[in-house]
């Protein structure tokens, strides 16, 4: 059942539950302390009333008094005004000497008990009638001077106490503590909800919020100012999921647009030659270099939509690596022989130095270092050196790619690895690429766990990737 219970209605039962185990502590404390005073207090009084009863039983001895009816007299004239005691003397036999008791009350079963006693001074309490008395047992030793048990050295005192006024006291107590607690039951769950409806504002606010979030509407943050410190990590937590997201969506627009933009070029060249070619009537040569043509923007087409596909896998983390001990010298050396035509052409020199060994994906990383290297030597004028460096020490690898030409402003360096953006007009105003090497780049080497970097100024610009010891 606790599962249907709101947030609310838990904190509220919870704290009054808190509450009322606290005040039953209290409570619980309150009353023995009570009884302990009380008893002690009993306890006193009794000890009291026995000092005096010795004093007045030799007071008797001393005046001569002989009979034990005059100390008896004495002791119910003293009983007058206390309606709680109870006195008895007996002999060692036995035998009851005097007695005295409140008008009009049996003696608490003192009567019917036993004489010899375990061990004095005896106290005891017990409850006779729904009445709690406690009493005090205690032996003296008479003078033999009274004639009419010279042959008795010690007799057996006892005074008990009928402590029902302190019962009645404690019994109003805890009806008061009963209603009381009943009283602070109920303010406990106002309060408690109260608390748990004004602590919980900021989640309700985070719910309304929450419902006003649309792909349209990303823009909306939920203030920390009057939130609970207890809320604090989920509210932000909250708002930085709207940034990110926000963030995202975004990047998706566009990402959308440049595609859209992208991909309408070749389409739109392939409808115009087709349209030109199918104008007027041409001969097999002219339809011939129509097709060639077509089928140069479809395959660039192909390329674009191949590389995008891939970057989703990266995204997902569903790339299919298969790892193996690599030698970067090889590796590289490898691609500057497949470079090295179209390096001749544009007039660059391609220079690797450095080696370190690498656990890597062979296809993968060659495919990440020939989207650099063909963009170094794109950007390198004529007479220029392309020059790979390879580098390691106790933290990782670092292979850096440099290449002389115009530099990047340094507000675009963190755009190079997005999806479709070149930088173009800031080094050569046309370019045969799709915009997505440089992104593909940057999922292979964080798909080996590395980091890649660019740095650019007049002289050169230097892209640097670095792989983690394995």
């Not at 007045?56 to 709680?84: A, D, F, H, K, R």
């Not at 207890?230 to 709207?242: G, R, T, V, Y």
């Not at 923007?297 to 970057?311: H, V, Y």
């Not at 590395?450 to 610009?461: A, D, F, K, L, Y």
Request: charged share 20%.
């Amino acid at each position: 059942m606790g599962g249907y219970l709101s947030l609310t209605t838990r904190l509220s039962l919870m704290f009054s539950i808190t509450m009322l185990a606290i005040w039953g502590l209290v409570s619980l404390v309150l009353m023995q302390s009570l009884e302990h005073h009380f008893a002690r207090q009993d306890e006193n009084d009794l000890q009291s009333k026995m000092i005096f009863i010795k004093k007045l039983i030799l007071s008797q001895q001393q005046s001569n008094e002989q009979s034990w009816s005059v100390l008896e007299t004495q002791l119910n004239n003293m009983l007058s005004g206390n309606s709680g005691y109870f006195l008895l003397i007996r002999d060692q036999q036995g035998h009851e000497l005097a007695s005295a008791s409140p008008t009009g009350r049996q003696q608490p079963g003192l009567s019917q008990a036993a004489p010899d006693y375990p061990s004095l001074p005896l106290q005891e309490s017990w409850i006779e009638d729904g009445i709690r008395y406690r009493s005090i047992t205690e032996q003296f030793f008479l003078d033999s001077s009274m004639p009419e048990h010279n042959d008795t050295r010690a007799v057996l005192v006892r005074v008990a106490l009928d402590s029902s006024y302190h019962q009645h006291f404690i019994d109003e107590i805890k009806v008061g503590l009963l209603w009381l607690t009943g009283t602070i039951a109920f303010i406990s769950v106002l309060l408690g909800w109260l608390a748990s409806r004004t602590g919980l504002k900021p989640l309700r606010s985070l719910a309304s919020l929450s419902s006003q979030v649309t792909a349209n509407k990303l823009d909306h943050r939920l203030p920390l100012t009057n939130a609970p410190s207890e809320l604090h990590a989920p509210i932000q937590a909250f708002n930085d999921m709207l940034d990110r997201l926000e963030d995202s969506f975004q990047r998706l627009t566009v990402f959308s647009s440049d595609i859209a933009h992208e991909l309408r070029t070749p389409v739109n060249s392939l409808m115009m030659q087709t349209q030109v070619a199918l104008a007027q009537p041409r001969n097999a040569e002219d339809y011939k270099e129509v097709l060639y043509a077509n089928l140069e923007t479809a395959e660039r087409l192909a390329r674009m939509i191949g590389e995008m596909l891939f970057l989703a896998k990266s995204e997902q983390g569903q790339l299919a690596m298969q790892r193996e001990p690599l030698v970067l010298a090889d590796e590289l050396d490898e691609l500057i022989e497949f470079f090295e035509p179209l390096a001749s052409e544009q007039r660059v020199r391609l220079h690797r130095q450095g080696n370190a060994p690498l656990l890597g994906d062979k296809s993968m990383l060659q495919r990440a270092f020939s989207n650099l290297l063909t963009n170094a030597i794109r950007y390198t004028p004529a007479q220029g050196e392309v020059r790979i460096t390879i580098s390691s020490n106790n933290k990782g690898t670092t292979v850096i790619v440099a290449n002389p030409g115009s530099a990047i402003p340094p507000e675009k360096w963190p755009f190079l690895f997005d999806r479709f953006y070149r930088a173009d007009h800031a080094r050569q105003p046309i370019t045969e690429g799709t915009g997505l090497g440089l992104a593909i780049t940057q999922a292979i080497i964080t798909a080996h766990h590395g980091t890649i970097s660019v740095h650019s100024n007049e002289q050169e610009t230097c892209f640097s990737v670095w792989f983690p010891c394995a």
